[in-house]
C-alpha cells in the first residue's frame, strides 16, 4: 500500500497534546487550512472554505511541537494523510489525521528562532582504559580554540528571547553604493 504524502500549511487550531507513553511521546494538535481566492468582481481576497486536520507527531518530533508552537501561529506540516470513517451517535462521521514527519513554523507570516534540542546519552559501559571520551576528557590548552576564543572557555551563547516576545532583526551592516548609484535618477527603471 502507497502511502499519500502531503504538506499543509495553515494554522493552529487546538493547544498541543503531549502524552508520554511507553513507546516514545505522542502530540496531538488540529490545524485550520484556509483557502485565499482573488474575488475579480469585488477586487479583494477571500477565505474559502476551512479545512481541519488533526495532526499526530510522534518521539521527539512531537515533545519539540509541544515546547515550542502555540494556538493562532502559522505552521507547515508535512506528513502521511490519514482519512478515518466512524459512526458516532448514529452519525457517520470522516475525519482526516496527518502524521506528522516534520513540522515548523510557516515563515512567509514571521520570524522563528531556533534552539537545538542536546540529548545527554549516558555512558552504558566504561570507556576503555587509555581511551579519550568526549564527555570525560578535558579540555585542551594546547593553543587558541578556532573561535579565538581560549581552548577550554565555554562559548559564548546570547540568551533566548522569553517565549512570545518579538525577535530584534540583527544590526544590518551599512552598505555602500557604487559610484553612479543609489540616486532616484540612477535607481529608477527605464
Known amino acids: 500500500m502507497y502511502d499519500t504524502v502531503v504538506t499543509v500549511v495553515g494554522n493552529v487550531a487546538t493547544g498541543?497534546?503531549?502524552r508520554d507513553t511507553p513507546g516514545g511521546g505522542v502530540a496531538r494538535f488540529r490545524l485550520a487550512a484556509s483557502v485565499?481566492?482573488?474575488?475579480?468582481?469585488n477586487e479583494v481576497w477571500v477565505d474559502g472554505p476551512t479545512s481541519f486536520y488533526t495532526v499526530w507527531a510522534r518521539r521527539s518530533l512531537g515533545a519539540n511541537l509541544a515546547a515550542s508552537v502555540s494556538v493562532g501561529e502559522?505552521?507547515?506540516v508535512h506528513?502521511?494523510?490519514r482519512v478515518r470513517e466512524e459512526e458516532w451517535e448514529g452519525q457517520r462521521r470522516t475525519s482526516v489525521d496527518i502524521d506528522a514527519v516534520a513540522?515548523?513554523?510557516d515563515l512567509t507570516r514571521g520570524?522563528?528562532?531556533?534552539?537545538?534540542?542536546?540529548?545527554?546519552?549516558p555512558?552504558?559501559?566504561?570507556?576503555r582504559a587509555g581511551a579519550r571520551s568526549a564527555a570525560r576528557a578535558e579540555p585542551r590548552t594546547d593553543g587558541p580554540a578556532p573561535s579565538g576564543a581560549p581552548r577550554g572557555a565555554?562559548?559564548?551563547?546570547?540568551?533566548?528571547?522569553?517565549?512570545?516576545?518579538?525577535?530584534?532583526?540583527?544590526?544590518?551592516a551599512p552598505v555602500e553604493a557604487p559610484p553612479g548609484h543609489g540616486t532616484a535618477a540612477s535607481t529608477a527603471l527605464p
Open 79 to 81: 506528513g502521511r494523510l
Open 74 to 76: 502559522p505552521l507547515v
Open 36 to 41: 485565499r481566492r482573488w474575488d475579480r468582481q
Open 123 to 127: 555512558f552504558l559501559t566504561e570507556p
Open 154 to 172: 565555554p562559548p559564548k551563547v546570547p540568551p533566548a528571547a522569553p517565549r512570545g516576545a518579538p525577535l530584534a532583526a540583527p544590526p544590518a
Open 103 to 105: 513540522a515548523g513554523h
Open 111 to 121: 520570524t522563528s528562532a531556533f534552539r537545538r534540542v542536546v540529548k545527554a546519552t
Open 16 to 18: 498541543v497534546e503531549f
